[in-house]
């Protein structure tokens, strides 16, 4: 037992040394956000120690909000998160690059956790990929077979079970041409795909999707230099 003991010890610690460059972290204990943060039609509030995600009701879009850093390749997102209540459908840790213009609003990929799944996908080369007008087909649901059996290749859906008014920990984790996720320390899928290898992810968001999800304990980490 305690050599098991001591291997998940050392796991844990192997674990968390892959990315040990601490680039910004928030445990939301100030009051309201700090400045570094930045928001996109967001009702988002800092209160009581944690960030409560709100989408307006009039807002044609889910709050954003977002963290800039120098831009790299290989980054580690960790968040406390809680669904509230079943008014809470599902969140999105975003990763970006504002500066490159392949993609819509420069998304380069993501993953969505909702209570009964986690999805990651491909942004740069799939659905919001600007080359030859995919992304404008698309929203026009105009696109071909080929296309639409092209951009199923490009996401995951991976079944999940996350409870109701309990803090979960995700931990999100882009290396080369895979994003993985890990929920409360276990295994909550992994996706390879092209575009994901983007050298400058350099904004990082939370996307709530519409309300009832609040985070606590945000940090974006980089791997050894």
Known sequence: ????LALALLSTAAFA??????LFSDD?????FSNAWGHYKS?????????VGTTATTSDHSAVDHIRITGERDLEVSVKFRFVSDKAKSFNVWFDDKNYKGSHAGHICQTTISPTSVNLSDAKTGGFNLTNGLYDRKKANQLTDDEKKMLATKAKRV???ISLGEWHT????THGDEITVTIDGKDAGSFKSAGINHDTKSLISLTTNAVDVEYDDFSIKGVAK
């Open 17 to 22: 040394a892959d990315y040990p460059r601490v």
């Open 43 to 51: 009702a988002s509030i800092v209160k009581d120690g944690v960030l």
């Open 28 to 32: 939301f204990n100030a009051e309201g």
């Open 1 to 4: 037992m305690k050599t098991l």
């Open 170 to 173: 995700l931990v999100v984790q």
């Open 159 to 161: 079944p999940a079970k």
